[in-house]
């Protein structure tokens, strides 16, 4: 039976995906969580919103028929990852795979400090003034709102509203970033430490290459645990997935 596919996407390789899963003439819908403005346009019919928990994910795969999901979401997008995983098991174990982005890893000359989750960024941060570039996107501002001392580089997808920061500037933009800009604009704010996620790929690590070459420190944000679950970083074992795993049954190793 031909797959009917749904994609949980917001990310470059989510479209990416999606362009190869349409050339390849296989149904399915792109998932956009909602919180840009502009989503880039898909090859794929797209909907946008939240489901409403596993229970909402699950009935809207039992009413569109929906015979493979693919997890392209943020590596920090973990509830919509762990509300797939309970909605997939709960559909008689629709097939579920992540396509993911391998993680950063520290190379010589960085020099990072890694911390669990954004509580304990807020908590590293406490202190005296810096310049922080804060490249954790727009979810989670308000919680470094406490920290009025610092002042901060923010970079969004989206011209932001009211910014709980008396000192700050803003870039509005979308990746893919490149080392020469990037360098430029730490130079240009004369940025003392960059606080990033651990996103991955290549489309934002533009910002951890140029911190190593200025010799500014990185506070590194590890990514959330999840479920065990099918993972990998690879669009082509995703189309592989899709042609030799059947739909209700448990997917197959791919051993990535």
């Known amino acids: 039976m031909k797959p009917n596919l749904l994609i949980l996407g917001g990310t470059s390789e989510a479209s990416a995906l999606a ?4 050339d390849a003439g296989i149904d399915g819908v792109f998932s956009y969580a909602g919180r840009v403005e502009k989503p880039r346009l898909q090859p794929l019919p797209i909907r946008t919103g ?6 909402g994910l699950a009935n ?9 999901v693919v997890d392209a979401t943020h590596p920090f997008a973990a509830q919509m990852s762990r509300n797939a995983i309970a909605a997939c098991q709960q559909m008689n174990n629709i097939p ?4 993911t982005r391998p993680p950063w890893v520290a190379q010589a000359g960085d020099c990072w400090q890694h911390v669990p989750d954004i509580p304990a960024a807020v908590r590293a941060l406490e202190g005296a003034r810096q310049r922080v570039m804060l490249a ?3 979810m989670h501002l308000e919680s470094f709102a406490p920290l009025r001392q610092h002042f901060y580089l923010l970079r969004l997808v989206d011209v932001p509203g009211t910014l709980p920061f008396p000192e700050y500037a803003v870039e509005v933009s979308r990746g893919p970033f490149t080392l020469h800009g990037d360098r430029a604009l730490m130079e240009r704010h004369a940025i003392d430490l960059v606080v990033s996620k651990n996103a991955g790929g290549s489309a934002a690590r533009a910002k951890i290459d140029a911190a190593r070459e200025l010799g500014i420190p990185v506070l590194m944000i590890d990514r959330p645990a999840l479920p065990d679950r099918q993972e990998t970083h690879d669009i082509q074992d995703v189309m592989r997935w899709l042609s030799h795993t059947p739909s209700g049954v448990s997917g197959t190793d791919l051993g990535v």
């Open 96 to 99: 579920l795979i992540a396509l």
């Open 136 to 138: 954790i996107g727009r």
């Open 60 to 68: 809207w795969l039992r009413e569109n028929a929906v015979s493979h």
């Open 19 to 22: 362009k190869a899963v349409s």
């Open 50 to 55: 939240g489901f409403g928990g596993v229970d």
